[in-house]
């Protein structure tokens, strides 16, 4: 089967694009589906996530500058059927660096063809900056399809146009034609407020078709794992977090037919 790969970008930071990455891709690592995620921060919070020290060289700084491969950077995780390229603070430089070379944002996309090609992976998440920079710009032109994880709150509505408008300039501009909105997760919703129920019913109302059922809730658990380095399915695998995210890649599964039938 070929290898789908998902971007989850958000320009906003603090919005749970990190904890989906991470909760997702061993979700769909727990049902036996061959995943590969990349953590393309220079903060490196998925990285260390997953409990996975930060290397000097470990990550996709040196193939985006023509140095090495992408296929060099495979790190094991404590999942067998999840796969980690790290991050590093030198991607942090990459951010100025790709701007200033010839098809800047076709430059990821070329990284990760080796990989693809390889069909190792039935599935690559790729975790972007809490930014629409150089290297987020780069993830959209590589990927199939975008997730957005979008926070429970009106303020991130006027930033979900954003992107969108960023899907189509990319879109149109025959950068990556093939590009779709593949899905919205809802993340942080809190039950005891209004608020989360309102902006859920509004993308619903908007975007039908693309949110996601699930919605991932605001818990301390969620909020914890990744100061231990283990995902929510390590730390408190009974928690609403991850029934939550369960629930997600069951979803997530059977929109883009990651499972053989």
Not at 23 to 33: R, V
Not at 37 to 58: C, F, H, M, Y
Not at 208 to 218: A, G, H, L, N, Y
């Amino acid at each position: 089967m070929p290898t789908t790969v998902f971007t989850i970008a958000n320009q906003k930071g603090g919005v749970g694009k990190t904890t989906t990455a991470v909760n997702l891709a061993a979700a769909l690592a727990e049902k036996k589906i061959p995943t590969l995620l990349i953590d393309l921060d220079p903060q490196a919070n998925a990285t260390s996530a997953l409990g996975v020290e930060k290397q000097a060289g470990r990550s996709l700084y040196g193939p985006l500058h023509g140095e090495g491969s992408a296929l060099d950077m495979l790190t094991p995780t404590s999942y067998e059927h999840l796969t980690l390229i790290p991050s590093e603070e030198d991607l942090a430089a990459a951010e100025v660096e790709i701007a200033q070379s010839e098809n800047y944002l076709g430059k990821l996309r070329a990284v990760l063809q080796p990989v693809r090609d390889s069909n190792r992976y039935r599935a690559i998440i790729i975790d972007c900056p809490p930014a629409l920079g150089m290297l987020s710009m780069n993830s959209l032109a590589a990927a199939d399809f975008l997730l957005i994880a979008l926070q429970c709150e009106y303020m991130a509505l006027e930033g979900l146009g954003q992107i969108l408008r960023n899907v189509e300039r990319l879109k149109s501009a025959g950068i990556n034609p093939v590009l779709e909105v593949g899905g919205i997760v809802m993340t942080m919703f809190d039950i005891r407020t209004n608020l989360s129920r309102e902006v859920v019913e509004e993308v619903k109302k908007h975007l039908p078709e693309k949110i996601f059922q699930t919605v991932i809730p605001r818990t301390v658990r969620l909020s914890e794992a990744p100061s231990f380095g283990k995902t929510i399915f390590e730390y408190d695998p009974l928690s609403p977090g991850a029934s939550a995210y369960k629930g997600l890649s069951r979803e997530l599964i059977e929109r883009f037919a990651l499972k053989d039938k």
